[in-house]
């Protein structure tokens, strides 16, 4: 009986001491690791990947924003209008009768753009996409040229410089940033 109390006291002991060990080792040691690594390796990731223009924080490269007007890019249509207070799509099934609705009615908007791109007509699901596809702005590059009084050939240009390959060389689409291709445009017709 003795041996088999100073048993359970020994096996307590050490899973007490393995608790507080692991606690430390898990809780507080590899957090601070991990959070110092990010800090130093991956800088501009682990603070957000703000985009700065003359110092002042613009946006973010990982949220869209909601450009209005003829003289912007536009993003994908979002059902949370780029708050970023909340993120979220419509969450209706492609064959809803208002899903089809609004799909056909931003069909009918873009059909004055001469053509259409599929992210033009479909929400995105989180509703804060920052990227459009590079067929979407070339979609829009006349309207935005002639908006701001520029050649299509210098917003092409701009298109080109934004739009960056699939990750990893084979893993989703080429893309272009909203709000890095219209900062370049402002820089572009700032100068003119």
Same mark, same amino acid.
């Given at each position: ?87 979220? !799509?419509?969450? *209706?099934?492609?064959? =809803? &009768?208002?899903?089809? %609705? #609004?799909?056909?009615? @931003?069909?009918?908007?873009?059909? +004055? ?35 701001? !009084?520029?050649? *299509?050939?210098?917003? =092409? &240009?701009?298109?080109? %410089? #934004?739009?960056?390959? @699939?990750?990893?060389?084979?893993? +989703? ?20």
């Amino acid at each position: 009986m003795a041996t088999s109390s100073l048993t359970i006291g020994r096996q307590t002991l050490a899973a007490v001491r393995l608790f507080i060990i692991l606690t430390v080792l898990l809780g507080v040691i590899y957090p601070a690791v991990v959070w110092g690594v990010g800090r130093v390796a991956f800088h501009d990731q682990a603070t957000g990947s703000l985009i700065r223009v003359d110092g002042k924080v613009v946006g973010s490269s990982l949220i869209g924003q909601q450009f209005t007007g003829a003289q912007w890019f536009h993003g994908r249509p979002s059902a949370t209008n780029y708050t970023g207070s909340t993120s979220g !799509g419509s969450n *209706l099934p492609a064959d =809803d &009768k208002r899903q089809e %609705a #609004a799909v056909a009615a @931003r069909a009918k908007a873009l059909a +004055g753009l001469g053509g259409t791109a599929p992210d033009a007509l479909t929400m995105s699901a989180s509703g804060l996409d920052p990227d459009i596809s590079p067929a979407y702005a070339k979609l829009q590059a006349p309207s935005v040229a002639k908006a701001r !009084g520029i050649s *299509l050939a210098e917003v =092409d &240009k701009l298109i080109a %410089a #934004a739009t960056t390959g @699939r990750d990893v060389g084979f893993l +989703g689409e080429p893309k272009v940033d909203v709000l890095r291709l219209n900062l370049a445009l402002q820089r572009l017709t700032a100068k003119g």
